[in-house]
């Protein structure tokens, strides 16, 4: 199967409410783009997105677990489907892992969680643990799909402010 078509296929299952992730694991596209499709109509939100991702933490120790939520900006705002992926900042690799819990596929294989469901969502949290033999600083991008045909990608998370 060629990538164009790989990557039309994940977008399908992304959407698909009956889905409860890939039972062996996730196409190698899904975690290079963590992007649902750029093609076959589905349009590329570049605007301001009404969603936040925010982090507790930058910089992290072995083996620290770090809080990462996607918090809408608007009160009417719900969406649909996420993915979530840790990136090292200096390196730009997949680093550590996230903690699984209801509604959640984790992909290990990439750093990254996505929903196994399509039922609506008005913020999520997630816990990321960092690599028991590594420090460093770690930012999280993300995607979120609000509805089947209106998505937005390249959230790049941001600390959170203390309360």
Same mark, same amino acid.
């Given at each position: 199967?060629? /990538? ?6 994940? /977008?399908?299952?992304?959407?698909? *409410? @009956? ?6 694991? /996730? +196409? ?5 783009? !963590? ?16 969603? !936040?991702?925010?982090?507790?933490? !930058? ?8 809080? %990462? ?7 009417? *705002? ?5 993915? %979530?992926? /840790? ?41 990321? %643990? ?7 600083? %770690? !930012? ?17 998370? @941001?600390?959170?402010? +203390?309360?």
């Amino acid at each position: 199967m060629d /990538a164009k078509n790989k990557l039309l296929v994940t /977008a399908l299952i992304l959407l698909n *409410s @009956r889905v409860k992730g890939y039972p062996y694991g /996730a +196409p190698t596209d899904l975690c290079d783009t !963590i992007s649902p499709m750029r093609t076959q109509g589905l349009p590329l939100q570049i605007n301001d997105a009404p969603y !936040i991702l925010l982090q507790t933490a !930058i910089s992290y120790k072995p083996g620290q677990v770090i809080n %990462v939520s996607i918090q809408r900006v608007n009160p009417d *705002s719900t969406f649909e489907g996420f993915m %979530v992926q /840790a990136i090292d900042k200096i390196s730009g690799r997949f680093v550590g892992r996230f903690l699984d819990a209801d509604g959640l596929y984790l992909l290990d294989e990439c750093s990254a969680v996505m929903q196994n469901d399509s039922k609506s969502k008005t913020n999520i949290q997630l816990a990321w %643990v960092a690599p028991l033999s590594q420090r460093g600083d %770690v !930012i999280f991008r993300g995607t979120v799909i609000e509805k089947k045909t209106k998505y937005y990608e390249g959230l790049i998370s @941001r600390l959170e402010s +203390p309360r």
